[in-house]
């Protein structure tokens, strides 16, 4: 029900920082959680961060706490995620996905819109 488009990706060293986008589409994007995934070819995609649609409330997983921040512009339908501090194992295609479910019972599976992805690669 929401088209996500990703952006920002690129080919950074090891200790640099990125900075990646999603626009959305719609009127109603305010009420979705949004978060951000990763996958590597052969790989299974793991949770990256999320935010909730409008209380702020955010969800990290443990690799990238202290060096990611997720935040979001409902006003321009939009979420980024700033990476700092890149690691090589941060190498990935990320995908922004859409949840609309309550925050306080979310969980990964309940994230079913997707954009295309934006690939990071981060170089040793």
């Known amino acids: 029900q929401v088209q996500l488009v990703e952006s920002g990706g690129g080919l950074v060293e090891a200790g640099g920082s990125l900075r990646l986008s999603c626009a959305a589409s719609?009127?109603?994007?305010?009420?979705?959680?949004m978060g951000w995934f990763r996958q590597a070819p052969g790989k299974e995609r793991e949770f990256v961060a999320a935010?909730?649609?409008?209380?702020?409330?955010?969800k990290y997983a443990d690799s990238v706490k202290g060096r990611f921040t997720i935040s979001r512009d409902n006003a321009k339908n939009t979420v980024n995620l700033q990476m700092n501090s890149l690691k090589p194992e941060d190498t990935a295609l990320y995908y922004c996905?859409?949840?609309?479910?309550?925050?306080?019972?979310?969980?990964?599976?309940?994230?079913?819109?997707w954009g295309q992805g934006t690939q990071v690669t981060v170089s040793s």
């Open positions: 719609g009127r109603t994007f305010s009420s979705y959680a």
């Open positions: 996905a859409a949840a609309q479910v309550p925050w306080r019972t979310i969980a990964t599976s309940d994230f079913g819109s």
């Open positions: 935010i909730s649609g409008s209380s702020g409330r955010t």
